[in-house]
């Protein structure tokens, strides 16, 4: 059973911070007798006036004082060391390049490297794949790779990292088995996520370099042009200091970095435990339906599972350069961006969701499409295309 009694990490994703945001912004029509009686004891006007300004201050009053709170519950969950010089760092700082020259020769076996714009990912030890790759998609459905997938943990991690954080108990010894270097380069980020409870025993350990970050907890991401809401908690990260995490701040709230504070490159390196009966990886349970029919038939499982997780995989290297386009520091901009791609009736408050703009953007593609080829609303072309999507 995961810590807070929860089995699942779908059930952790009902996190206590949105339940109670739902409950602070409950409906006013269901509490108007109580308001109204509470706006007379503080000698109000009658409902209509003073008591809808008593309900809006009350409600701020409500939403800040459990931000307040929950805040304070993210720190208990926070133990952060400076651990490590500046000689120290720069020492293990040329190990991580090192890292990166023999990923980029190809010297590191397949799933040991993941690559994604402005972020690649090490994995050492152990690794561990995606819920995208498999049929079950979504949070709890991460696994484990099979054993020897992934390179072990490189001997200058124990000695120059490990061994340091046992020697002043911050870890046990024999806890590491799982060692996963970040390097993110400038306008990197990671979305919100709580590492998967059913994967990996608690705590979770980080170590920084070659530049100070900070972890933001509680934020929610929205995409096209990226962009974070303001976290609950805003925790500073400097270059050689050790963050662990535990509690509360692990298991009921997710963390993220954001782009905005990854302003010079930065790594990380996340020393984990994992689960004993964390779930691994097996052929069977991946899908075999993003392979052609002809392909899938001919291919033995090992080969198949094989092709699946590649299909996932990014070969893109980080671009440092795509650091300064607006999709990344113009975050402030979504209103001048809206009003230029958006017809006037389709414009909307509520658009700011991933999926809301990948349906526009392709509906104006097609509405173009359609200017182009001479076809109306009613022409079956466009029929086609809106079945299509």
Same mark, same amino acid.
């Given at each position: 059973?995961?810590?807070?009694?929860?089995?699942?990490?779908?059930?952790?994703?009902?996190?206590?911070?949105?339940?109670?945001?739902?409950?602070?912004?409950?409906?006013?029509?269901?509490?108007?007798?109580?308001?109204?009686?509470?706006? #007379?004891?503080?000698?109000?006007?009658?409902?209509?006036?003073?008591?809808?300004?008593?309900?809006?201050?009350?409600?701020?009053?409500?939403?800040?004082?459990?931000?307040?709170?929950?805040?304070?519950?993210?720190?208990?969950?926070?133990?952060?060391?400076?651990?490590?010089?500046?000689?120290?760092?720069?020492?293990?700082?040329?190990?991580?390049?090192?890292?990166?020259?023999?990923?980029?020769?190809?010297?590191?076996?397949?799933?040991?490297?993941?690559?994604?714009?402005?972020?690649?990912?090490? $994995?050492? #030890?152990?690794?561990?794949?995606?819920?995208?790759?498999?049929?079950?998609?979504?949070? #709890?459905?991460?696994?484990?790779?099979?054993?020897?997938?992934?390179?072990?943990?490189?001997?200058?991690?124990?000695?120059?990292?490990?061994?340091?954080?046992?020697?002043?108990?911050?870890?046990?010894?024999? $806890?590491?088995?799982?060692?996963?270097?970040?390097?993110?380069?400038?306008?990197?980020?990671?979305?919100?996520?709580?590492?998967?409870?059913?994967? $990996?025993?608690?705590?979770?350990?980080?170590?920084?370099?070659?530049?100070?970050?900070?972890?933001?907890?509680?934020?929610?991401?929205?995409?096209?042009?990226?962009?974070?809401?303001?976290?609950?908690?805003?925790?500073?990260?400097?270059?050689?200091?050790?963050?662990?995490?535990?509690?509360?701040?692990?298991?009921?709230?997710?963390?993220?970095?954001?782009?905005?504070?990854?302003?010079?490159?930065?790594?990380?390196?996340?020393?984990?435990?994992?689960?004993?009966?964390?779930?691994?990886?097996?052929?069977?349970?991946?899908?075999?339906?993003?392979?052609?029919?002809?392909?899938?038939?001919?291919?033995?499982?090992?080969?198949?599972?094989?092709?699946?997780?590649?299909?996932?995989?990014?070969?893109?290297?980080?671009?440092?350069?795509?650091?300064?386009?607006?999709?990344?520091?113009?975050?402030?901009?979504?209103?001048?961006?809206?009003?230029?791609?958006?017809?006037?009736?389709?414009?909307?408050?509520?658009?700011?969701?991933?999926?809301?703009?990948?349906?526009?953007?392709?509906?104006?593609?097609?509405?173009?499409?359609?200017?182009?080829?001479? #076809?109306?609303?009613?022409?079956?072309?466009?029929?086609?295309?809106?079945?299509?999507?």
């Amino acid at each position: 059973m995961a810590a807070g009694g929860y089995a699942d990490l779908r059930e952790k994703l009902q996190s206590p911070h949105r339940e109670k945001q739902r409950v602070i912004s409950a409906p006013y029509n269901g509490r108007k007798r109580k308001l109204e009686a509470e706006a #007379g004891e503080a000698g109000l006007p009658g409902l209509c006036g003073g008591a809808d300004e008593y309900e809006h201050s009350k409600y701020h009053s409500d939403y800040d004082d459990e931000r307040q709170g929950e805040a304070r519950r993210v720190k208990q969950g926070i133990r952060q060391v400076r651990l490590f010089t500046a000689d120290q760092c720069t020492q293990i700082e040329t190990q991580i390049d090192d890292v990166v020259s023999r990923a980029e020769k190809g010297i590191y076996r397949d799933h040991t490297v993941d690559r994604a714009p402005l972020r690649n990912k090490y $994995f050492f #030890g152990e690794g561990y794949t995606y819920g995208s790759q498999l049929e079950k998609r979504g949070p #709890g459905q991460e696994r484990l790779y099979p054993k020897g997938d992934v390179d072990d943990i490189p001997e200058w991690v124990h000695d120059l990292v490990i061994k340091k954080l046992v020697d002043h108990r911050i870890i046990p010894e024999g $806890f590491v088995n799982s060692a996963v270097i970040n390097d993110y380069q400038p306008g990197g980020c990671i979305v919100s996520h709580v590492d998967p409870i059913h994967i $990996f025993e608690r705590p979770i350990v980080s170590v920084s370099f070659f530049s100070d970050s900070a972890l933001c907890f509680g934020c929610k991401f929205q995409f096209k042009p990226i962009r974070v809401s303001e976290p609950v908690y805003y925790l500073p990260v400097r270059r050689g200091s050790v963050t662990v995490l535990s509690d509360y701040a692990a298991d009921e709230i997710t963390h993220c970095i954001r782009p905005q504070d990854i302003r010079e490159r930065r790594a990380v390196i996340i020393l984990r435990k994992t689960r004993t009966d964390a779930p691994r990886l097996e052929s069977k349970l991946l899908t075999s339906s993003v392979l052609p029919v002809h392909m899938s038939n001919r291919l033995s499982n090992s080969d198949r599972y094989q092709v699946v997780l590649k299909q996932k995989r990014s070969h893109r290297k980080a671009d440092p350069d795509a650091a300064h386009r607006p999709r990344i520091l113009e975050m402030d901009k979504e209103e001048n961006r809206r009003s230029v791609i958006l017809p006037k009736h389709r414009r909307r408050s509520d658009c700011a969701s991933e999926n809301y703009w990948r349906k526009t953007h392709d509906c104006v593609d097609d509405e173009d499409e359609e200017g182009d080829d001479g #076809g109306g609303i009613d022409s079956p072309v466009r029929k086609v295309k809106m079945r299509r999507h």
